[in-house]
């Protein structure tokens, strides 16, 4: 059996998580990330295919006969064409939850650097600005306390969940919308609209489906007061990026902090690169490397069960 694992250089940094142990289960061959076509010319006689972030359209799934079982090193699935895959009984599993501290973490230190106008103070002392401050302090830009602040939290899973629990520690009220209330919830659940409309800080956490895609839009930035924050660790293509750009820019929204955006890595005419108080981070709210290397024992864990005939955590 082959197996190959596509998208090594980005799991692993400098060796730090150990691929040996899917050696037992068959001949491994690693790649770093490669293009659809390099898939193509390198897996077309893998059995297993594991990969992070990889092209497998249904061109790719056509051209590697002898595929059964896709095991990613990811939670989200957009990358995959699951309705190839059924057609070919290629089970595609999916790895959950094996992020929700790290993710989590990653939004509220974004919501904190916004409260704090953390990165305009950090390059205001690198330019020199406090050496020709004549007093011990200056106020250039905005903060505020988060404490009794509105977090809104779109999408309501694990990492929702967390980023919920840690924002109410730091004295912060908390609004829900989510597609599948839960009776006991102790937040109040509203709709989208008032989501958009009460929230001093909105933060992302759910997946990017036919729904969701570009669910930050004009229609739903023209709710948000002035002065919000908007905060995305989910996917890029839950924000219209020029309708947002145009809202930063106009001053109709006070900043924006996002680890993901609608292609990765970014494009440089990406208009977010651009615009005012938006601040990006290359999509690292996964990489720690506690989470790195719990997603490859879950992605091995996965593997070992859809051999053992007992598939979990399947997504098509």
Known sequence: MVICLIGTNTVSFSGDVDFSSLEKYGALRLYPCLTADETIARCRDADILLSNKTDLSERVIAALPRLKYIGLYSTGYNNVDLSACKKRGIVVCNTPDYSTDAVAQHAVALLLAGAGSLVDYVNSVARGDWEKCPAFSYYDYPMVEVSGKTLGIFGFGHIG?????????????????????????????????????????????????????????????????????????????????????????????????????????????NPLLRAKNCHLTPHVAWQPLETRRRLHKRVEEHLAAFLAGAPYDVVG
């Open 161 to 269: 969940g967390r980023v919920a629990e840690i924002a109410t520690a730091l004295g912060m009220r908390v609004l829900v919308c989510t597609r599948t209330p839960r009776p006991g919830l102790p937040y109040e659940t509203v709709t989208k609209e008032a989501l958009f409309a009460r929230s001093d800080f909105l933060s992302l956490h759910c997946p990017q489906t036919a729904e969701t895609a570009k669910l930050v839009n004009e229609d739903t930035l023209s709710l948000m007061k002035r002065s919000a924050i908007l905060i995305n660790t989910a996917r890029g293509g839950l924000i219209d990026e020029g309708a947002l750009a145009a809202a930063l820019n106009e001053g109709r929204l006070a900043g924006a902090y996002l680890d993901v955006v609608s292609e990765e890595p970014v494009r440089p005419d």
